[in-house]
């Protein structure tokens, strides 16, 4: 892909064009790894939302299988303060009761996810960036209205810068949406309260 763009902007110069379309591979690598990142931290979280769904279920056979309190998923989940306050003082149906409505709320603790998730987004933002200033040098040449024409000598390059930027915004997108929408949360005290109160009417 390299060498073929590199031979297309080198016909376009060949012809009396000099616009700065070189290195359009770069925007597309940008776009690529903008995806990749944020593709991998949705399936992280996916997997580990879906992970979290059978932990009720893994509580009920820990029961059966008279396993003590801090070796199950109840003692893993006690490793957060607010779950950990509140898990000891029920019965093990009300723990189980208690966990799944953790899980379906989202509320079984961040597990050091949110650290990747950010780290991912600042990469993504330096790829922003470099779009940008990809997109000013097009600006300072003169030839940023070059990107909107049907111009079939430099179809690749036009084509490829543009795949690149909606792979870049693509990418930003999934992992806005991944970190903001898709994450577990730790369990605030007055959500544990209230929680609370509102299972007790089925204890």
């Known amino acids: 892909m390299k060498g073929f763009l590199d031979s297309t902007v080198n016909s376009a110069s060949n012809n009396g064009n000099t616009q700065p379309f070189g290195f359009s591979y770069i925007i597309v690598a940008a776009g690529l790894s903008c995806v990749v990142l944020a593709g991998w931290r949705w399936y992280v979280r996916y997997l580990d939302n879906y992970i979290s769904k059978l932990y009720p279920e893994i509580m009920l056979y820990e029961q059966v299988l008279g396993m003590p309190f801090d070796a199950g998923i109840a003692g893993y989940l006690s490793s957060q303060k607010t779950i950990a306050d509140v898990l000891p003082t029920l019965y093990r149906h009300q723990r189980q009761q208690l966990v799944k409505q953790l899980v379906k709320d989202r509320r079984v603790g961040r597990r050091g996810h949110l650290v990747f998730d950010v780290i991912v987004l600042v990469f993504i933002s330096l790829f922003i ?3 940008l200033i990809d997109i000013y040098s ?3 040449y003169g030839s940023l209205p070059e990107l909107v024409k049907w ?6 390059i036009l084509a490829s810068k543009w795949v690149g930027y909606v792979l870049i915004g693509a990418g930003l997108i999934i992992q806005i949406r991944t970190t903001f ?3 577990q949360k730790n369990p605030s005290r007055g959500y ?3 929680t609370l109160e509102k299972l007790k009417t089925d204890w």
């Open 129 to 131: 960036l470099l779009a």
């Open 181 to 183: 929408f898709c994450y």
């Open 151 to 156: 111009n079939v000598k430099n179809l690749p």
């Open 192 to 194: 544990m309260n209230k």
């Open 138 to 140: 097009l600006h300072t």
